[in-house]
C-alpha cells in the first residue's frame, strides 16, 4: 500500500505559477501521475513521470506550460504549473500503482491516490 499526500495548492492570478507536491510513502517504480477535477466534469490526466521508460508525458492542454518532476530519494512527485489560467482551476491529485490493461492517462491504470489539493485561478 502506498499513501500519497498532496500540498501546495492555492488561489492566483492568472499568469501566476504555483507547485504541487506529492509524497509518497515509500518507494515506487510505478508511473506517478497528476490528475485534476474541475467541478461538473470528468477526472483528467495531466502529467505522468514514468521510471521504468524515463518518459514524462503531458495533456495537451498544459503542455510548455506545466513541468512534472520526480525525486525519487524524497519519494515525492512534483508538479510545476507556470502561466496558469482560470480554466487550470481544479482539485489537483496525485496517483501511483498499476493495473494493466489502462493508458498512462486513464485514471483506472492507478491503484492508489491522495486526497487531492485545490488550485484556483482567477482572471
Known amino acids: 500500500q502506498v499513501q500519497l499526500v498532496e500540498s501546495g495548492g492555492g488561489s492566483v492570478q492568472a499568469g501566476e505559477s504555483l507547485r504541487l507536491s506529492c509524497k509518497a510513502s515509500?518507494?515506487?517504480?510505478?508511473?506517478m501521475a497528476w490528475f485534476r477535477q474541475a467541478p461538473g466534469k470528468e477526472r483528467e490526466g495531466v502529467g505522468v513521470?514514468?521510471?521504468?521508460?524515463?518518459?514524462?508525458y503531458y495533456a495537451d492542454s498544459v503542455k510548455g506550460r506545466f513541468t512534472v518532476s520526480r525525486d525519487n530519494h524524497e519519494n515525492t512527485l512534483y508538479l510545476q504549473m507556470n502561466n496558469l489560467k482560470p480554466e487550470d482551476t481544479a482539485m489537483y491529485y496525485c496517483a501511483t500503482g498499476f493495473v494493466p490493461g489502462f493508458s498512462t492517462f486513464d485514471q483506472r491504470r492507478y491503484t492508489w491516490w491522495g486526497q487531492g489539493t485545490q488550485v484556483t485561478v482567477s482572471s
Open positions: 513521470s514514468c521510471m521504468t521508460t524515463g518518459n514524462t
Open positions: 515509500k518507494y515506487t517504480t510505478d508511473c
